[in-house]
């Protein structure tokens, strides 16, 4: 896993204002979205599209509601007001079983059942395609080994999952989502409690996964890693969209210093070209070369 | 029926045979789990003939059959019939019952510690059946008197979490709470109850098996085969849900209408435990673990669970008529010297693993 995708690599439908996006209606939109926990509004009255066949990161300081929408967009909080459309139907009209034939979603801290093995923890992600009496088929088999093999975890199959280390772990997790073959993929900071390669090994491999025709959503903390995959990115605060589109055109100093509070320069990336964010010298606390 | 066993590539590497049934579908199980209910169900066997055969009024093995088949003598018939094998089988579906509702709350709580009894469910049932037999006798039957007390002991455990079962720490608590309020009741009920009725509770609240009559065996028969193929299909949701409710429902599984349906079904299985056996204690807590254990499965295997609780408390209840004591004491004493011994053995596990 060494190859870096570009957003610039991308075709251009995939944002979203391509000739295909005329009959590509988004898979996933959110209208007049209103969330919150308790006596608590995160977000307020949201209205935002997912681009189809887009890699959308959702980006924004803590606190901002972008973990809330991501689980809204998954159905796993419902809205206060306001609906989520799944290929233009409200998700909640449908079948949540059936809902999950479409979304796989990782969340942020799954609980990994005790002394599972990794081949019975991805077999789990079969579940919406199995019933009471239809356990397990030729085709349960086929999309395990295939999603063991795209995120590079078939040789861990025996393993238990508590031997792993944490990017063999989220790998595991990520294969469990994909062994539910839906085209939406939404993730939920796949790469916190990693180091940095693990984090670059995952985003590597989720770029791999938008390159085969998934459209999918992430929640991140590193903007440039944002910047360097994303084809399409939503930036947030305080409950609200404040910016979308391409990385270019979202990551500017002016937002950067809007959204984040962050005094910075965005240069291109020396590697990729995309931009990335350098903080302004701040202080007098970081030593002078 | 065209039932052939084959062994595809399975979810673990080959211990998960498939059972294919024609038409029917596919069902997959473990071997390791068939053969520890197996061993479980033989070692059950093996104490109930004990059961039936031991002691003074004991029926010799090499005339078991003719009595079963009702050519043994008076005595013999009257000792199998309305004695021993009544209070045999309300043990074995007794005890099955509360390895099942263990398993569910065990598993709705994600904690070893959160079985129903822990929870103030067995005291509930018992809290309803003392009201319904001392309190305001006649009203409602004796069993309905412990559904509604486990009825209003989880309503109280669900209101008073704040976040019905989804919060499983406070669910916990709550229960604790909840189950000393109900046994004060118990201790109110008694305290005012004519001494032969407040004696006959008194054991009847430890756990007894002692003269139990056949109307008790139809009553958790008919509670079994309506509540456990439930619980079974209830069985992968839990699983899943145990994953956390983001894991569960992004595969398709609604957490809170599986823990309502999960709970309703437990409640409804220990209730009806309760009015055979009385609140026993500890072996909803300890079989499900017991099983878990054994089976290595990683969810609620409710077969295991059930077939483990059976033989718990027919092992447990054979100790208790043949303790060497003169008197018989309730099953439920053994019971709880077992669990306490148990308990302390998994605080103790925990404790070493820096979880509690």
């Excluded at chain 1, 995309?274 to 302004?280: D, E, G, I, L, Q």
């Amino acid at each position: 896993m060494t190859s870096v995708t570009s957003s610039t690599s991308v075709p251009t439908h995939s944002d979203g204002t391509g000739p295909a996006a005329a009959f590509a209606e988004p898979p996933l939109r959110a209208e007049g979205l209103t969330l919150a926990y308790d006596k608590t509004v995160v977000v307020e009255d949201l209205t935002v599209s997912v681009p189809r066949e887009s890699f959308t990161v959702i980006i924004g300081p803590n606190g901002c509601g972008k973990s809330t929408l991501l689980r809204a967009l998954a159905r796993t909080m419902a809205p206060r007001s306001g609906r989520v459309l799944l290929d233009g139907e409200p998700i909640t009209a449908l079948r949540t079983k059936q809902v999950a034939k479409r979304i796989a979603l990782l969340p942020q801290s799954p609980i990994a059942p005790e002394a599972i093995t990794v081949g019975d923890l991805v077999a789990r992600g079969r579940y919406p395609h199995q019933g009471l009496l239809r356990q397990w088929s030729p085709a349960d088999e086929v999309a395990v080994r295939d999603a063991l093999d795209a995120t590079e975890v078939a040789g861990l199959r025996e393993r238990l999952v508590s031997e792993l280390s944490g990017g063999q772990r989220q790998r595991v997790w990520l294969a469990m989502a994909l062994a539910q073959q839906t085209d939406l993929l939404l993730l939920d900071e796949p790469t916190t409690f990693l180091d940095i390669a693990h984090q670059l090994e995952v985003m590597d491999l989720c770029a791999h996964l938008h390159e085969q025709g998934r459209t999918l959503v992430a929640v991140l903390h590193d903007i440039n890693q944002a910047a360097r995959y994303a084809t399409h990115l939503i930036a947030m605060k305080g409950g609200a969209v404040v910016a979308e589109g391409a990385p270019q055109d979202v990551i500017t100093a002016e937002r950067m210093a809007d959204v984040f509070g962050l005094a910075c320069r965005v240069v291109p990336d020396p590697e990729t070209g995309t931009p990335m964010v350098v903080p302004a010298r701040r202080g007098g606390h970081i030593r002078h070369g | 029926m065209t039932a052939t066993l084959t062994r595809p590539p399975a979810p673990s590497g080959g211990h998960v045979p498939v059972l294919r049934l024609g038409a029917l579908g596919t069902l997959h199980w473990r071997r390791r789990a068939v053969l520890v209910c197996l061993a479980m169900l033989a070692v059950g066997l093996i104490a109930s003939l004990l059961t039936v055969t031991v002691g003074e009024l004991g029926i010799p093995l090499r005339e078991l059959p003719d009595v079963l088949a009702g050519n043994g003598s008076r005595a013999q018939e009257w000792v199998l019939r309305t004695n021993r094998l009544p209070r045999l089988l309300v043990g074995a579906l007794a005890g099955a019952a509360f390895g099942v509702a263990g398993a569910i709350f065990q598993s709705v709580t994600r904690n070893p510690l959160g079985s129903p009894d822990v929870i103030g469910l067995g005291a509930g049932a018992a809290a309803g059946a003392a009201a319904a037999a001392l309190v305001w006798p006649g009203v409602v039957p004796v069993a309905v008197g412990a559904l509604i007390g486990a009825g209003v002991a989880i309503g109280a455990v669900y209101v008073g979490s704040g976040r019905g079962f989804a919060a499983p720490y406070r669910m916990v608590v709550t229960g604790i709470a909840v189950g000393a309020m109900a046994l004060a009741f118990v201790q109110l009920a008694l305290a005012r109850a004519t001494h032969e009725d407040a004696f006959a509770m008194s054991a009847w609240l430890n756990g007894s098996l002692a003269s139990r009559r056949w109307s008790d065996v139809t009553l958790m028969a008919v509670a079994l085969l309506v509540l456990i193929p439930l619980a079974l299909m209830l069985t992968r949701r839990l699983q899943l849900v145990e994953m956390g409710d983001d894991a569960a429902t992004g595969l398709g599984v609604d957490p809170t209408r599986t823990r309502n349906l999960a709970v309703g079904v437990a409640v409804l299985l220990t209730a009806a435990a309760v009015t055979v056996s009385g609140p026993v204690a500890f072996v909803a807590l300890t079989s499900p673990q017991i099983a878990r254990r054994l089976t290595r499965s990683t969810g609620p295997g409710m077969v295991a669970a059930a077939c483990t609780g059976a033989t718990v408390l027919v092992v447990a209840d054979l100790i208790a008529q043949r303790l060497p004591f003169g008197v018989q004491y309730p099953v439920g004493v053994v019971t709880a010297a077992l669990g306490g011994v148990y308990l302390a053995i998994l605080l103790i596990r925990e404790w070493r693993r820096g979880a509690v």
